[in-house]
């Protein structure tokens, strides 16, 4: 069973993520694009990463958003269509699954596959497409996964952007006694099989990417992009705690009293607006040599 998201998750850590994100790799991105770019994120979710990195494209463009979850899907064209509006950008719906988005430097267009990223890339038209995208997903899938993807890729020579690899564990400010506990449970969560057909990478994702590309020719850089969450944001900061906690406990059983212990603590520290929190996250991205 592959990992599962919900949309709140997603709306709540938009933000953070559009904030963490290199803007100097979407520009590059940008750059290697053609005129008109047809664009792939895998495990679209509400559509953010389209939100963030259109703007930066900045021209007409095509967008595939490919998720298992159809309820995603379509909260992402409800959810593009309305952040459109509210920029004054005229919106309208061609056919059945197709939105397009009138901007002033052209239009969107978007449309939704559903399908089993654990399949991929072979139910992918990746033949229709001018880069693959995604945000947090290579720290989930495994070393194999990654290397097909690659290849696929590398074959019709296509660029691969991955933003917000977590790197390590979150911090969390003040410091618990039992942070360690947590922190022990979430690196052994984080290696588990997550559905992808092995071992998952987590925070080695950013080095196996570059491996992976890099022994195909492909000119790899990636950049540092960190969740910094402030007290103010006590929903996120609580949410993120929990999700720690949650992930500790599967790894971390013997010790369940402790990592309780120390989620009742957190989640009053979060309520409070006492707690705020730092992620490590890595972006990464990968262009056709020569």
Request: neutral net charge; charged residues 25%.
């Amino acid at each position: 069973m592959a990992e599962y998201f919900s949309g709140d998750w997603l709306e709540l850590r938009e933000p953070h993520d559009a904030a963490a994100r290199d803007e100097m790799l979407a520009v590059k991105l940008s750059a290697a694009l053609p005129a008109r770019p047809r664009i792939m994120d895998l495990g679209a979710g509400t559509g953010a990463l389209l939100r963030w990195l259109g703007l930066y494209i900045g021209r007409p463009q095509a967008w595939i958003l490919v998720d298992a979850d159809p309820q995603l899907i379509e909260r992402a064209f409800d959810t593009i269509a309305e952040r459109a509006e509210q920029m004054g950008w005229k919106v309208t719906s061609p056919g059945r699954g197709v939105l397009l988005v009138h901007t002033p430097r052209g239009a969107w267009r978007v449309e939704g596959l559903v399908a089993d990223l654990r399949d991929a890339p072979a139910n992918l038209p990746l033949h229709s497409v001018d880069a693959v995208v995604n945000t947090a997903l290579c720290d989930l899938v495994s070393e194999p996964w990654l290397e097909r993807m690659a290849a696929a890729c590398v074959a019709r020579k296509i660029p691969f952007y991955a933003a917000l690899n977590v790197t390590g564990p979150a911090r969390f400010i003040p410091p618990h006694r039992a942070d360690a506990w947590v922190t022990r449970g979430f690196l052994r969560d984080q290696a588990r099989d997550k559905g992808f057909g092995g071992r998952a990478l987590g925070h080695a994702a950013p080095a196996a990417i570059a491996r992976a590309f890099t022994a195909q020719g492909y000119v790899v850089e990636h950049s540092p992009s960190p969740w910094k969450i402030p007290r103010a944001f006590d929903m996120m900061v609580g949410e993120l705690a929990m999700g720690c906690a949650e992930a500790a406990l599967r790894q971390e059983r013997r010790e369940a009293w402790r990592i309780e212990d120390w989620a009742d603590a957190r989640a009053a520290q979060a309520e409070q607006q006492r707690l705020s929190a730092s992620v490590p996250h890595m972006d990464v991205l990968a262009l056709p040599g020569g």
